[in-house]
């Protein structure tokens, strides 16, 4: 019969899931900024982003209102690795007339309490941060700040909704500092929810849900993508949200669930139409929905025989803690016959059970509806984070939950049920809202020191406008002593003659081969130019390795391995016999006497073979090609990639006379003024100067901005002291600087909770590529989670979020101080055409510059501040050492018949 009368009670596993579904919408209704005005759930921003991570230590105070008592609390935390702390609390009465009274008392009344505990623990004299557990829903701007929305529970203060709580606090807390001595500072403001995850995830770091069935309400927060957070600043991270779920069904949305009795109820409540949901759900709400089904029942005749008695008829007089007792099955139907004897109902047996039937189904429906909402948000975390399956913990405190004898175990099952891809532990929090405002403290307080930690250590690489000005002054000082003759022997930037004089003029043609030796790979090319209305160019190639003992080997086998790629590329094009004109891509700095001569002046990059520098690298091409004696080529022009690069643009935009190259290593060319370049005979048209910037610095020029990281990265390398500009601009060394930081800041504890794995140690793991990922701003922080495990560095999100403020600290710099360079040189070149404005196309290459997400936007912003005068245009080069080094033997070869004729 009661089962019949309760029909609309008992909710299916299909309507559970609806009423999930329906949750899930208004979660993100809540979230969405053009929704959430009209949203029923809040879904309030706590600015709680993360959790505790064991490193927190310190004294804390904290005072939680809006729970079931008013208390105090002190706690300790040690960061001693076993997660420990200590609470001490104090409880203080809420007397009517202060919580109902104005809100000036309300808060002297708080203050006075605060004093009385610190009295009491002997705190009085010290500076303490105080954690402000105020479990009412508030729109917060940030953590010490929140806005009263609306008073729930049995809360009706005066003079408080629409202001901030924090301020009022401080203010009554101000008042007392005048008469005693103290000094609280109120760091934090928390709701209960989230001071229950707080403290729940201190002892289990997977907590990431707080909930709250308790005595005086209901309510869930959860940790959510900021990316899905409109109403806060930011893509980065998680923040709690205080989804406020109480008011779910304020719109109707679960009007086809209630019943006439949660009508009734609703009806003589404190605040009818407001907090449906809770009025489903909720411990103050459960006893009084028993007493009207009763009373129902009983005038109906079901019941003690049709009579009413007047305790029935009284609202309140069915409480939780009866509906509690009633449905200890294990003591039979004794509880329950001594409650009704207490309203004066003369139970029956019959009534007995019935009257025990009716409490659960009331409180299993509650269970059921808190199961489904919890069940939503469990689903979300895991799309959120992409998952399949989902481990994850959920920190519960309240009265209902921990004293009802069915209600956890039901409500546990259920959810189980409804989400079956998570695995969930339910984690009981121990004086949860109280022990996680402190939490709360605790974790602000260890984030705004390590936030200046973090921001001390990449300081360094802020660069100002001032700077960056200084620093194309100094390259452009650098530039103009490697121009002139009593200065240039000793330059640290070289500025290398090329002898290449023009860039193409589209009469070009022929077949020619090109080698590319000095990038990250080794290749041969087969390359034919077309001139006229065909006007084309197609290319052929092929990539060899060069293991690192031959990049490191003595310069023979060097050149024997290129001979031997060569070799099978003749082979492999099926033109051993044709004797080609070659043009010899070699990007390390060469001194160069005429176009098919160059001195190698030392190796950069990962090169190292032996008895090269000093010689002739076109020389110890030829006698390799003799020593192998198979076929002959023609060696017309040994070029840098940078002068290919240039030349490769050059063929499409006349207006191209600089060359740069952003990949492995950093290095500029550009079309110089004969007479400006000393060492070369002649005053006649221009010149390419490979410039060989990469030293610039060398001579500690530089040295101011160098940071204690570029300092290791250099003693790391093969060619220490050598090449400074180099290590902090290419793509060969920003890996290792963002190794070198992220090794300091773990080893500060800052990062990897303070363990420097095996693969951090390692050098060279973190390629330049992986910045670029990292980077990007399509990715999530979870994919540069998985990009840094897949490095082997067990992140957490914090982790990840340090990672890629770093890295883009690195690449920023690295970009800037290129811009600085390139500026100098516009500029130069601006000044030798004697003009206002310079109009000028630089051709670039390098996969630095072309695959990093920011790099080429802030060089071009950097060229654009420093040099406005100049109207810089940057064209992608495809395949500059190639290609370029064809049109250069081209070029040369033309010139070479001319002068022949
Ligand atoms: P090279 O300069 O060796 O001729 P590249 O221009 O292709 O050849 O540059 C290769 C270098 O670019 C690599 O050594 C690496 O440092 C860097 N690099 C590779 N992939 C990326 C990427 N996705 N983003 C940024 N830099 C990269
Ligand atoms: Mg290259």
């Known amino acids: 019969q009661v089962d019949r009368y309760l029909y609309h009670m008992r909710l299916s596993d299909d309507v559970l899931l609806d009423v999930m579904a329906r949750f899930q919408a208004e979660m993100v209704k809540g979230l969405g900024r053009d929704t959430n005005p009209t949203a029923t759930v809040k879904m ?9 991570d064991g490193s927190e230590k310190g004294d804390f105070l904290a005072v939680d209102l809006g729970g079931s008592q008013f208390r105090a609390h002190q706690v300790k935390v040690f960061d001693d690795g076993k997660q420990s702390s200590q609470l001490e609390s104090k409880f203080y009465p809420t007397p009517k007339e202060v919580i109902q009274g104005n809100g000036a008392e309300l808060f002297d009344y708080v203050a006075d ?23 009412f829903p508030c729109r917060q701007t940030k953590l010490e700040e929140g806005v009263l929305l609306a008073w729930t529970k049995h809360f009706k203060v005066r003079g408080v909704q629409d202001t901030d709580v924090v301020s009022t606090l401080r203010k009554a807390l101000q008042k007392h500092k005048a008469s005693f001595d103290i000094d609280i500072d109120v760091l934090a403001l928390v709701n209960d929810t989230v001071g229950t995850m707080m403290t729940c995830g201190y002892d289990d770091q997977r907590c990431e849900v707080g ?17 899905h957070i409109d109403l806060v600043e930011g893509d980065e991270g998680r923040m709690c949200i205080n989804t406020e779920w109480g008011a779910f069904g304020d719109d109707g949305a679960l009007d086809d669930l209630r019943t006439e009795f949660d009508r009734e109820l609703d009806l003589g409540s404190l605040n009818p139409g407001k907090q449906l949901f809770e009025k489903m759900i909720s411990s103050l709400y459960l006893g009084e929905l028993v007493r009207l089904i009763l009373l129902k029942m009983t005038k109906e005749g079901l019941l003690f025989n049709g009579k009413v008695s007047t305790a029935l008829l009284t609202k309140g007089k069915i409480e939780m803690q009866h509906v509690s007792a009633m449905e200890k099955y294990k003591e039979g139907l004794s509880n329950t016959k001594e409650i009704l004897t207490e309203l004066n109902l003369f139970p029956s047996e019959e009534d007995c059970i019935a009257v025990q039937h ?12 808190c199961a ?23 920190g519960i405190d309240g009265g209902l939950y921990k004293t009802h004898p069915q209600y956890a175990k039901r409500l546990h099952k259920v959810v189980r049920r409804l989400v079956p891809t998570c695995d969930v532990r339910f984690l009981l929090s121990v004086s949860g809202s109280g022990k996680g405002a402190a939490m709360v403290t605790a974790v602000a307080y260890r984030l705004a ?58 009469t070009e043609k022929g077949k020619f081969l090109a080698l590319d030796l000095g990038g990250t790979n080794f290749r041969v090319l087969l390359v034919k130019i077309r001139s006229g209305r065909r006007r084309s160019v197609q290319m052929y190639n092929k990539i060899f390795a060069i293991p690192l003992e031959i990049m490191q080997g003595t310069g023979e086998e060097l050149f024997d391995h290129i001979v031997q790629c060569i070799a099978d590329f003749l082979e492999y094009m099926g033109i051993k016999g044709a004797r080609l004109p070659l043009g010899f891509t070699f990007s390390f700095p060469c001194r160069q006497a005429s176009i098919d001569k160059g001195t190698l002046v030392g190796w950069t990059k990962g090169f190292k073979a032996t008895d090269c520098e000093g010689e002739d690298v076109v020389d110890m091409l030829r006698e390799a090609i003799r020593r192998r004696n198979e076929f002959d080529l023609d060696i017309v022009a040994v ?34 003024d004969m007479k400006n370049i000393e060492i070369v005979e002649g005053n006649e048209g221009k010149m390419c100067i490979n410039t060989e910037w990469g030293g610039f610095g060398d001579n500690g020029c530089i040295d101011n901005i160098r940071t204690q990281y570029d300092k290791e990265v250099d003693e790391g390398s093969l060619n220490p002291g050598k090449q400074r500009y180099e290590k902090m601009t290419s793509g060969m060394y920003l890996g290792e600087i963002v190794r070198q930081i992220l090794i300091d800041l773990t080893k500060q ?23 670029s990922q990292i980077e990007s701003d399509r990715l999530a922080l979870l994919q540069v989670r998985r990009i840094l495990q897949q490095l082997g560095l067990d992140s957490t999100c914090e982790d990840s979020i340090i990672v890629k403020e770093v890295c883009g600290a690195v690449s920023k710099r690295a970009a800037q101080l290129c811009g600085a360079g390139l500026a100098a040189i516009v500029e130069k070149k601006r000044e030798n055409r004697g003009v206002e404005y310079l109009q000028i196309t630089v051709g670039v290459d390098g996969t630095l510059y072309k695959l990093h997400p920011h790099f080429s936007r802030v060089l071009r912003e950097t060229v654009k501040e420093l040099a406005p005068q100049c109207d810089v245009t940057f064209m992608l080069s495809e395949d500059g050492s190639g290609k370029g080094a064809a049109l250069i033997t081209a070029v040369a070869k033309r010139l070479h018949n001319v002068g022949q004729k």
């Open 639 to 672: 070029v840098n990639d940078t002068v290919g690069t240039m030349m490769t643009c050059g063929y499409e935009d006349p207006n191209c006379e600089i060359g740069l190259i952003a990949g492995t290593g950093s290095n500029v060319c550009y079309m110089e």
């Open 449 to 506: 020191a390590q936030r200046k930690q973090i921001d001390a250590a990449l300081a360094p690489f802020l660069l100002s406008l001032e700077t960056l000005r200084e620093v194309k002054n100094k390259m452009r000082t650098e530039l103009e002593y490697g121009l002139k003759r009593e200065t240039q022997a000793s330059a640290t930037v070289k500025m290398l003659p090329t002898y290449v004089c023009g860039t193409p003029d589209g």
């Open 44 to 52: 309030l921003p706590s600015f709680v982003r993360s959790l505790p």
């Open 211 to 227: 909930l709250i069935i308790g005595r005086t309400g209901t309510n869930a927060c959860y940790m959510e993508e900021m990316r």
């Open 358 to 369: 009716v409490c659960t189904i009331v409180s299993f429906r509650s269970a059921n509806l």
């Open 749 to 771: 504890g800052l990062l990897f909770r303070g363990q420097i794995s095996e693969s951090l140690r390692k050098r060279g793991i973190f390629e330049t590529k992986f910045l």
């Open 113 to 135: 309490c605060l004093l009385d505990f610190m009295e009491t623990k002997n705190l009085k004299h010290k500076k303490l941060p105080l954690g402000f557990t105020f479990s």
């Open 372 to 394: 489904a909402t919890l069940a939503a948000i469990l689903t979300r975390l895991r799309e959120n984070k992409k998952l399949l399956r989902m481990r994850t913990t959920v």
